[in-house]
């Protein structure tokens, strides 16, 4: 009994210095993903083949917004791409249906994150676009499913910063607040 009590203490304490980070991605979204991952299947060697389609090593602080702003640019215009490449002319299945609901969801997830947090970025990415990004191969299955499977990283990524951003913001202003009232003490 001691020994289940003292645990439960032990892992309230470590969650509370820890601070366990939450996600930030929708569970509609990530079912999505793994629906539509099952659809471009490819083998695991060409998904692990060491080549990522966008590399997860941010630049430093100030770039990041832009980069995050440009790998959602192309997010955006891959899945767009995607959806243009669903057959049409035959009548549809129900899978196809579903694919094609499921990547205009995942799109407009894209898209709502772009208009909260990244507008501004958008706007210079247009004129610095990066080359890595700017030859991506649309039409190729392989980076379509290594882009959708690295999708919940990059979601997830293009979700925090900003929020990380905006807390550091608030401490900076508070250690300015706390300076000034130390240094100009009211009468």
């Known amino acids: 009994m001691v020994a289940t009590v003292r645990a439960a203490v032990c892992l309230c304490l470590w969650l509370l210095v820890c601070q366990v980070r939450g996600s930030y991605i929708p569970q509609r979204m990530n079912k999505t993903i793994q629906n ?3 659809h471009y299947k490819i083998s695991d060697d060409q998904r692990y083949d060491g080549k990522p389609v966008f590399s997860k090593k941010l630049p430093i602080n100030k770039t990041e917004m832009v980069y995050i702003g440009g790998v959602l640019e192309k997010y955006e215009e891959l899945i767009g791409h995607m959806l243009s490449e669903l057959p049409t002319p035959r009548p549809q299945t129900a899978t196809d249906q579903q694919h094609l609901t ?3 969801y995942l799109l407009s997830k894209i898209k709502e994150l772009k208009r909260h947090h990244y507008e501004e970025e958008g706007k210079k990415v247009k004129g610095l676009m990066n080359v890595s990004l700017s030859l991506l191969q649309m039409n190729d299955i392989v980076t379509q499913s290594k882009a959708l499977g690295n999708l919940q990283w ?12 905006q807390i550091q913001r ?3 202003r508070r250690r300015r607040q706390a300076r000034r009232v130390k240094t100009h003490p009211r009468a």
């Open 102 to 104: 499921s990547l205009k």
């Open 154 to 165: 990059w979601y997830d990524e293009a979700s925090t910063l900003k929020k990380q951003q």
């Open 36 to 38: 539509l991952l099952k």
């Open 170 to 172: 608030q401490r900076r």
